[in-house]
């Protein structure tokens, strides 16, 4: 009678389980995205089927598959299966599981698998406990996380483990992720419903499913198809219009208002393009390209700020990163401007793609080979450390170009003070 009740609890609360988890795959198949891990013929495909998996860490943003795919290995490989979470587990934890592997290899045979979900949770203390099982082959490691292992995983851990980047799942997939939603639900939904939910989820597979089930209980609820006021509800926002021409024309003000030095604008802008599931990553590149083209030797510290802000998306990832994007736009717009590095760059490759032949000055070139000598390569050659300026004058270029002045600094911010040391440096006084 007890086994009857467990089994009925059993299938009320499979069906009362959230979508994500009801849809969660089983076989490869099954599994929506990372074409680059599991199309047929991939590697780690090949090894997962073959049941020859090594030990590998699992590296990608929330929602892309990593538990999923760990347990999709669980039900296809010969080897024991085990499961921790780096949250909860201790050090004795990974102990006992050590010491049941090795009981199970040594009584019958049976290698172990030991996923380890957030490895990048766990301290160097429970990592040292795990490593002499995963270097001597007695478990193999499946760990999930979120944070790039480079930095968070043990670097003897890591360098015993094969690293396979999971992916934020693209268009294609979320949309065939929905559609075996609403045949779960089961549910319609308006075409618009459908593209908001796809382009504010991010990549992000389990957030998808989960705002899809809220959505379609909503629109049960009402007797309708799930419509974009369901979804909007379903995800705690409004709906901000944004298709393929807002991402280009919201980018270019983005851009002109930091050019223009409006820093109110230019948080405005970030904001809306963030708020539209808009790529941090598209966001910070163009920041990086901003800090040279428009500022450059006017403060050369915005490059640095926006590289910055460019790794942060990287290590920190979103929402967090906002406000390190943030605080490059505020010091990008505030910064002085100047676009003499895009002019100088242009000029020079404009004088490189001119007429001439653009021979190399016998005393630059390269003269540590055999014979470089009697081509007379070097000769003439002044080493400017020997000069007590730490400088000496001659020629850098071409014959043709020899003359040619490309940069032109402007009079804003720290690059009229640079170039005036430049002068100095070099005439003894000032020009």
Known sequence: ??????????????????????????????????????????????????????????????????????????????????????????????????ASAEARLGQHGQGTILFLDEVHRFSKSQQDALLPGVENGLITLIGATTENPHFEVNAALRSRSTLFRLELLGEPALRQLCAR?????????????????????????????????????????????????????????????YGRDDHYDVISAFIKSIRGSDVDAGLYWLARMLDAGESARFIARRLVILASEDI??????????????ARAVEFVGLPEAQLNLSQAVIHLATAPKSNSVTMAFFSARSAAQGAGTGEVPKHLRDAHYSGAAGLGHGEGYRYPHD????????????????????YRPSDHGAEPARWERWKQDRTGGPA
Request: charged share 25%.
């Open 1 to 98: 009678m007890s086994d009857l009740f467990a089994a009925a609890a059993a299938e009320r609360q499979a069906e009362r389980a959230p979508l994500a988890d009801r849809l969660r795959p089983i076989r490869l198949d099954d599994i929506v995205g990372q074409d680059h891990l599991l199309a047929p013929g991939r590697p780690l495909r090949s090894l997962i089927e073959s049941d020859t998996l090594g030990s590998v860490i699992l590296w990608g943003p929330p929602g892309t598959g990593k538990t999923t795919l760990a347990r999709v290995i669980a039900r296809t490989t010969k080897r024991w299966f085990d499961q921790l979470s780096a949250v909860s587990a201790s050090v004795k934890d990974v102990r006992e599981v050590l």
């Open 181 to 241: 939603g609403l045949d779960a639900e089961p549910a319609t939904a308006t075409d618009d419903a459908v593209q908001l939910l796809i382009d504010r989820v991010g990549g992000d597979g389990r957030q998808l499913l989960t705002a899809l089930g809220v959505a379609a209980a909503l629109a049960r609820s009402a007797g309708e198809p799930i419509s974009v006021e369901h979804v909007e509800a379903a995800l705690g926002t409004k709906a901000i219009r």
């Open 296 to 309: 450059g030797m006017a403060d050369p510290m915005s490059l640095i700020v926006a590289d910055a802000a």
């Open 387 to 406: 000069d007590p300026r730490g400088w000496v004058d001659q020629n850098h270029r071409p014959a043709e170009v020899a003359e040619d002045v490309y």
